[in-house]
């Protein structure tokens, strides 16, 4: 298994501060059906604490934040159906 790396380049991270910032990680979600509660049950988070994220209210830190950026990175390359 490989392992994960806790942490976000600077490049990833801004990243991730603009996808939540504009509104485009809303948008990831959405587009490949996915729940707010599913992807915060993935991520092992509150629903609540994921809504803060996608409305810019709190940036997610951490392993959370790592995890966060690789799920939105990952269903932003896949092709829309």
């Known amino acids: 298994m490989p392992i994960m790396r806790a942490t976000l380049t600077v490049d990833q991270e801004l ?3 603009a996808w939540l910032t504009s509104g485009r990680a809303i948008g ?3 587009d490949a059906g996915l729940s707010r509660s599913s992807v915060a049950r993935d ?5 609540s604490a ?3 994220w ?6 997610p ?3 959370h ?3 966060y950026y690789r799920l939105l990175n ?8």
């Not at 991520?43 to 629903?47: D, I, S, T």
């Not at 996608?54 to 940036?59: C, D, K, M, P, V």
């Not at 990952?74 to 159906?81: G, I, Q, S």
Request: aromatic residues 2%; hydrophobic residues 50%.
């Open 50 to 52: 994921l809504w803060r």
């Open 65 to 67: 934040a790592a995890a």
């Open 61 to 63: 830190r951490g392993l």
């Open 74 to 81: 990952k269903l932003a390359r896949v092709p829309a159906a």
């Open 54 to 59: 996608e409305h810019g209210h709190r940036i």
């Open 28 to 30: 990831i979600r959405k």
């Open 43 to 47: 991520l092992n988070v509150a629903e």
């Open 15 to 17: 990243e991730l501060r």
